[in-house]
């Protein structure tokens, strides 16, 4: 807090009236295997809902009811195909894990207690109790790269050290759960002495700014499959250049690999166009051309006389 105070005063004012387990990640809790707390699940949320928010609340608690069915059907069945002891997200974490770790050394200090340098900084893993000095390892229930290293040393799998959370058997409980199908309104027994007759939609705030529809993704996220960037080399028709179309074409000459220019006159040669030079183009060529034609008239009269 200290170090935030110096650089900035208001953040630190700011951070000191929230309770340190809400933002500091040593703080958290380990006992919910995550290290970040964020807001992402409610935007995540939001986009996912869609059109529903604006329906009456029929509409949209039968809407979320549809949509909830669906998803917790789709995703068992997909759990149902892996083949693995964990879900495939947390093996690809892992072995991520295992190449970081190799940037670290180790030093044994007995079966399962190591100091494991990394960088300019030690640490101190037991791996029986679970635990890294540096507490990523208790804080997410996956090992960290000081911890891997420790096991890929022993050499042991490091799956065995992941939390059960992260096992495949967990993760078919949790979406293992069924939504009842209901049937439609019309056939709903009618209600009575229902108390207010109507009931009217609660006051709406909107708050100032667009609201958010994508949630900030982690570090080691790569970018949504929408904002990939195309990898095709666009090359002009005009100038035979790469980089640009002939809309946006400058007329610029055109530098060839071998270090060779290509002027815009000789590329429109070879296409069998004429060039662009001074003779071809706007009033000075039109003026030249009208001089060359008198000195030729002037020359074939001289020939008869």
Known sequence: MEKI??????AWRYLANIP????????????????????????????????LRGKNILALDDGLRQKFMKKLHKRYQKGCTWTSRLTPHV???LKDIASESRKCSLTMASENTFEVADVDKSYI????????????????????????LGAIYRREKL?????????????????????????????????EDVTPAVVLPPPLRRRAGRPRRNRRRAPDEGAPASQHKRSISFRCSKCGAFGHNRRTCQGAPVAE???????????????GR??????????????????????????MHKEMC
Request: some cysteine; overall charge positive.
């Open 5 to 10: 105070k110096n650089i900035n005063i208001d």
């Open 20 to 51: 340190k387990c809400n933002w500091a990640r040593h703080a958290f809790s380990v006992e919910i295997k995550c290290d970040h707390v964020t807001n992402n699940f409610t935007e995540s949320f939001n986009a996912w809902v869609g059109e």
């Open 91 to 93: 093996t690809g974490k």
């Open 125 to 148: 893993v037991k791996l029986h109790e679970r635990t890294c000095e540096c507490g990523a390892f208790q804080l997410t229930g996956i090992p960290c790269k000081h911890a891997a």
């Open 159 to 191: 799956e065995s050290y992941c939390d059960a959370a992260f096992s495949r058997d967990q993760y078919l409980k949790t979406y293992a759960f069924m939504i009842n199908p209901i049937p439609h309104m019309n056939r709903w027994p009618p209600m």
């Open 257 to 271: 690999k071998r270090g060779s220019s290509t002027s815009a006159n000789q590329v429109a040669e070879r296409r």
């Open 274 to 299: 004429p060039g662009r030079g001074i003779a071809n183009t706007g009033l000075a060529g039109s003026v030249i051309w009208v001089i060359v034609a008198v000195v030729y008239l002037q020359n």
